[in-house]
């Protein structure tokens, strides 16, 4: 899981590991850079899934954008080659409307990051939440 050490990656990791399954959770810490595409590989090996709950600390979409285009890149491809079955994308709820993301530009991230995985060879779920 990308993300797991994070408020919301932690949480559900931990919903994810009570529920029987086993979770990898990948970060920088553990040698996992979903940006720069090092370790996911490794990190993917013999996964079934990945979840996706990356987040970067940022309000402008002049981060955000390439933050999450990177990043869901790297993760798509990482997985195709790896043949997981899934990517589970935790989003935000509107991330991916003009109407929405037009006002919050964290969101015009997120809806890149929706997009990619949208049009990526493994199949993917968006999961969009609100607080």
Do not use: W
């Not at 553990?30 to 940006?35: L, S």
Request: aromatic letters at 6%; charged letters at 15%; one cysteine or more.
């Amino acid at each position: 899981m990308l993300g797991a050490s994070g408020n919301f990656g932690t949480n559900v990791a931990d919903v994810i590991e009570q529920r029987g399954h086993t979770v990898v959770r990948a970060s920088r810490s553990t040698g996992v850079d979903a940006v720069a595409g090092k370790g996911l590989a490794r990190a993917f090996e013999g996964a079934d899934a990945v979840v996706d709950a990356l987040h970067i600390n940022t309000f402008g979409a002049r981060k955000s954008v390439p933050f999450f285009t990177a990043a869901a890149g790297n993760v798509a491809s990482a997985a195709h080659e790896q043949g997981v079955s899934r990517i589970v994308c935790l989003s935000i709820a509107g991330a991916a409307d003009p109407r929405v993301n037009g006002g919050f530009d964290y969101y015009k991230g997120k809806a890149v990051q929706e997009s990619i995985y949208q049009q990526a060879p493994v199949p993917s779920t968006t999961v969009r939440s609100t607080q």
